[in-house]
Protein backbone atom coordinates (compact mmCIF):
# COMPACT_ATOMS: atom_id res chain seq x y z
CA UNK A 1 0.00 0.00 0.00
CA UNK A 2 1.17 3.61 -0.60
CA UNK A 3 2.08 5.27 2.53
CA UNK A 4 2.23 8.48 0.96
CA UNK A 5 -0.94 9.22 -1.72
CA UNK A 6 -0.55 12.60 -3.97
CA UNK A 7 -3.62 12.52 -6.40
CA UNK A 8 -3.01 15.40 -8.28
CA UNK A 9 -0.29 14.66 -10.87
CA UNK A 10 -1.17 18.62 -12.03
CA UNK A 11 -2.58 22.13 -10.33
CA UNK A 12 -3.33 25.02 -12.48
CA UNK A 13 -4.09 28.44 -10.58
CA UNK A 14 -3.88 32.46 -11.54
CA UNK A 15 -1.89 34.69 -9.83
CA UNK A 16 -2.57 35.84 -6.15
CA UNK A 17 -5.20 33.05 -5.82
CA UNK A 18 -5.16 30.37 -3.01
CA UNK A 19 -4.14 26.91 -3.93
CA UNK A 20 -4.62 23.63 -2.26
CA UNK A 21 -2.35 20.83 -2.91
CA UNK A 22 -4.03 17.25 -1.48
CA UNK A 23 -2.09 14.60 0.81
CA UNK A 24 -3.26 11.39 2.26
CA UNK A 25 -1.06 9.35 4.05
CA UNK A 26 -1.34 5.78 5.90
CA UNK A 27 0.36 4.92 9.09
CA UNK A 28 -0.06 3.08 12.41
CA UNK A 29 2.40 4.44 13.94
CA UNK A 30 0.86 6.96 16.21
CA UNK A 31 4.30 9.24 16.22
CA UNK A 32 5.06 10.17 12.36
CA UNK A 33 6.04 13.69 10.57
CA UNK A 34 4.54 14.73 7.45
CA UNK A 35 6.68 17.48 5.18
CA UNK A 36 6.28 19.41 2.57
CA UNK A 37 9.05 19.97 0.04
CA UNK A 38 8.73 22.20 -3.24
CA UNK A 39 10.97 21.02 -5.89
CA UNK A 40 12.06 23.77 -8.59
CA UNK A 41 13.03 22.90 -12.09
CA UNK A 42 16.54 23.56 -10.79
CA UNK A 43 16.04 20.23 -9.20
CA UNK A 44 17.06 20.98 -4.95
CA UNK A 45 14.19 20.01 -2.44
CA UNK A 46 13.27 22.75 -1.13
CA UNK A 47 12.13 22.66 2.65
CA UNK A 48 9.02 24.37 3.09
CA UNK A 49 6.67 23.32 6.06
CA UNK A 50 6.41 20.41 8.88
CA UNK A 51 3.72 19.23 11.36
CA UNK A 52 3.99 16.76 13.69
CA UNK A 53 1.44 13.94 14.31
CA UNK A 54 0.94 15.26 18.60
CA UNK A 55 0.64 19.29 17.17
CA UNK A 56 -2.51 20.31 18.40
CA UNK A 57 -2.18 23.42 16.10
CA UNK A 58 -2.01 23.47 12.10
CA UNK A 59 1.16 24.45 11.03
CA UNK A 60 1.74 27.55 8.71
CA UNK A 61 4.69 28.92 7.45
CA UNK A 62 4.37 32.57 6.12
CA UNK A 63 2.40 31.73 2.62
CA UNK A 64 1.87 28.18 3.46
CA UNK A 65 -0.15 26.34 5.56
CA UNK A 66 -0.54 22.96 6.22
CA UNK A 67 -4.69 21.78 6.90
CA UNK A 68 -3.82 18.67 9.06
CA UNK A 69 -6.87 16.15 9.45
CA UNK A 70 -5.38 13.38 11.48
CA UNK A 71 -8.54 11.09 11.44
CA UNK A 72 -8.81 11.06 7.60
CA UNK A 73 -5.35 11.10 7.26
CA UNK A 74 -4.83 13.73 5.22
CA UNK A 75 -2.05 16.77 5.14
CA UNK A 76 -3.01 19.21 2.76
CA UNK A 77 -0.75 22.00 1.98
CA UNK A 78 -2.69 25.26 1.36
CA UNK A 79 -0.65 28.12 -1.08
CA UNK A 80 -2.12 31.86 -0.34
CA UNK A 81 -1.60 34.76 -2.71
CA UNK A 82 -0.13 32.36 -5.38
CA UNK A 83 2.94 34.15 -6.96
CA UNK A 84 5.18 32.77 -10.19
CA UNK A 85 7.73 31.56 -8.79
CA UNK A 86 5.77 29.12 -7.15
CA UNK A 87 5.66 26.84 -10.30
CA UNK A 88 7.66 24.12 -9.36
CA UNK A 89 6.91 20.22 -8.34
CA UNK A 90 5.65 19.61 -4.80
CA UNK A 91 6.48 16.78 -2.75
CA UNK A 92 4.35 15.17 0.77
CA UNK A 93 6.61 13.20 2.30
CA UNK A 94 6.14 11.16 5.91
CA UNK A 95 9.02 9.95 8.54
CA UNK A 96 7.47 7.20 10.89
CA UNK A 97 8.41 6.64 13.93
CA UNK A 98 9.90 9.24 16.40
CA UNK A 99 14.03 10.13 16.30
CA UNK A 100 15.81 10.35 12.85
CA UNK A 101 14.08 7.91 10.00
CA UNK A 102 14.24 7.67 6.34
CA UNK A 103 11.41 9.64 4.74
CA UNK A 104 8.75 8.56 2.00
CA UNK A 105 7.85 10.42 -0.30
CA UNK A 106 4.46 11.03 -2.43
CA UNK A 107 4.76 11.02 -6.17
CA UNK A 108 4.15 14.69 -6.26
CA UNK A 109 2.35 17.13 -7.69
CA UNK A 110 3.40 20.08 -10.84
CA UNK A 111 1.84 23.39 -10.43
CA UNK A 112 2.18 26.19 -12.16
CA UNK A 113 1.22 29.82 -11.65
CA UNK A 114 -0.09 31.56 -14.54
CA UNK A 115 0.01 35.61 -14.87
CA UNK B 1 25.35 29.65 5.94
CA UNK B 2 25.87 27.36 3.75
CA UNK B 3 23.67 24.62 2.33
CA UNK B 4 24.10 20.68 1.99
CA UNK B 5 26.15 20.79 -1.45
CA UNK B 6 26.68 17.87 -4.16
CA UNK B 7 29.16 17.29 -6.79
CA UNK B 8 29.78 16.18 -9.26
CA UNK B 9 26.03 18.32 -10.77
CA UNK B 10 25.97 15.80 -13.99
CA UNK B 11 27.39 12.51 -14.72
CA UNK B 12 27.60 10.72 -18.01
CA UNK B 13 29.16 7.41 -17.65
CA UNK B 14 29.06 4.79 -19.59
CA UNK B 15 27.54 1.35 -18.89
CA UNK B 16 29.95 -0.49 -16.78
CA UNK B 17 31.83 2.09 -15.57
CA UNK B 18 32.52 3.12 -11.36
CA UNK B 19 31.16 6.39 -10.46
CA UNK B 20 31.41 8.20 -6.96
CA UNK B 21 29.20 10.72 -6.18
CA UNK B 22 29.66 13.74 -3.14
CA UNK B 23 27.86 14.80 -0.71
CA UNK B 24 29.00 17.96 1.71
CA UNK B 25 26.18 18.42 4.63
CA UNK B 26 25.56 21.63 6.47
CA UNK B 27 28.55 22.04 8.88
CA UNK B 28 27.62 20.31 12.36
CA UNK B 29 24.92 18.51 10.63
CA UNK B 30 25.06 14.61 11.61
CA UNK B 31 22.72 13.02 10.44
CA UNK B 32 22.77 11.85 6.51
CA UNK B 33 20.81 11.00 3.92
CA UNK B 34 21.10 9.77 0.28
CA UNK B 35 17.97 9.36 -1.58
CA UNK B 36 17.62 8.48 -5.12
CA UNK B 37 14.88 9.92 -7.80
CA UNK B 38 13.81 8.37 -10.99
CA UNK B 39 12.38 10.34 -13.63
CA UNK B 40 9.01 11.47 -12.85
CA UNK B 41 9.35 9.93 -9.48
CA UNK B 42 9.48 11.26 -5.74
CA UNK B 43 13.24 10.60 -3.60
CA UNK B 44 13.47 6.99 -2.55
CA UNK B 45 15.71 6.23 0.48
CA UNK B 46 19.01 4.58 0.02
CA UNK B 47 20.84 5.01 3.42
CA UNK B 48 21.34 6.72 6.76
CA UNK B 49 24.27 8.28 8.58
CA UNK B 50 24.92 9.12 11.56
CA UNK B 51 28.12 10.56 12.26
CA UNK B 52 30.14 7.77 10.49
CA UNK B 53 28.15 4.81 11.36
CA UNK B 54 25.45 3.91 8.92
CA UNK B 55 22.83 3.17 11.04
CA UNK B 56 20.06 2.27 7.68
CA UNK B 57 21.40 0.54 4.30
CA UNK B 58 17.81 -0.89 3.47
CA UNK B 59 17.13 1.14 0.42
CA UNK B 60 20.80 0.16 -1.79
CA UNK B 61 19.17 -1.37 -4.74
CA UNK B 62 22.23 -3.49 -4.70
CA UNK B 63 25.09 -4.50 -3.53
CA UNK B 64 26.86 -2.72 -6.36
CA UNK B 65 26.29 0.74 -4.75
CA UNK B 66 28.28 1.63 -1.46
CA UNK B 67 28.17 5.07 0.88
CA UNK B 68 30.59 5.91 3.01
CA UNK B 69 31.22 8.56 5.77
CA UNK B 70 34.63 7.98 7.24
CA UNK B 71 34.81 11.20 8.91
CA UNK B 72 31.49 12.11 9.97
CA UNK B 73 31.07 14.93 7.48
CA UNK B 74 31.54 14.37 3.84
CA UNK B 75 29.89 11.54 2.15
CA UNK B 76 30.44 9.36 -0.80
CA UNK B 77 28.05 7.08 -2.73
CA UNK B 78 29.64 4.94 -5.03
CA UNK B 79 28.18 2.99 -7.91
CA UNK B 80 29.88 0.08 -9.20
CA UNK B 81 30.02 -1.38 -12.62
CA UNK B 82 27.06 1.10 -13.57
CA UNK B 83 23.74 0.35 -15.30
CA UNK B 84 20.69 2.21 -17.55
CA UNK B 85 18.85 1.52 -14.91
CA UNK B 86 20.68 3.48 -12.01
CA UNK B 87 20.41 6.56 -14.17
CA UNK B 88 18.57 9.05 -12.04
CA UNK B 89 19.47 11.74 -9.49
CA UNK B 90 20.86 11.39 -6.35
CA UNK B 91 19.53 13.48 -3.57
CA UNK B 92 21.52 13.97 -0.53
CA UNK B 93 20.36 15.26 2.44
CA UNK B 94 21.14 16.35 6.38
CA UNK B 95 19.75 17.09 9.73
CA UNK B 96 20.82 17.92 13.22
CA UNK B 97 20.67 16.29 16.36
CA UNK B 98 17.59 18.24 17.54
CA UNK B 99 15.63 19.11 14.47
CA UNK B 100 13.86 16.09 11.73
CA UNK B 101 13.78 18.17 9.19
CA UNK B 102 16.24 17.12 6.51
CA UNK B 103 17.96 20.00 4.15
CA UNK B 104 18.66 18.63 0.60
CA UNK B 105 21.42 19.47 -1.66
CA UNK B 106 20.75 20.13 -5.41
CA UNK B 107 21.55 16.59 -6.31
CA UNK B 108 23.71 14.84 -8.99
CA UNK B 109 22.01 13.56 -12.19
CA UNK B 110 23.94 10.17 -13.06
CA UNK B 111 22.91 8.91 -17.05
CA UNK B 112 24.77 6.03 -17.45
CA UNK B 113 24.74 4.99 -21.36
Known amino acids: AQKITQTQPGMFVQEKEAVTLDCTYD???????LFWYKQPSSGEMIFLIY??????QNATEGRYSLNFQKARKSANLVISASQLGDSAMYFC????????????FGTGTRLLVSP | GAGVSQSPRYKVAKRGQDVALRCDPI?????LFWYQQALGQGPEFLTY????????KSGLPSDRFFAERPEGSVSTLKIQRTQQEDSAVYLC???????????FGPGTRLLVL
Open chain 2, 27 to 31: SGHVS
Open chain 1, 51 to 56: QGSYDQ
Open chain 1, 93 to 104: AMREGSGFQKLV
Open chain 2, 93 to 103: ASSTQDQETQY
Open chain 2, 49 to 56: FQNEAQLD
Open chain 1, 27 to 33: TSDPSYG
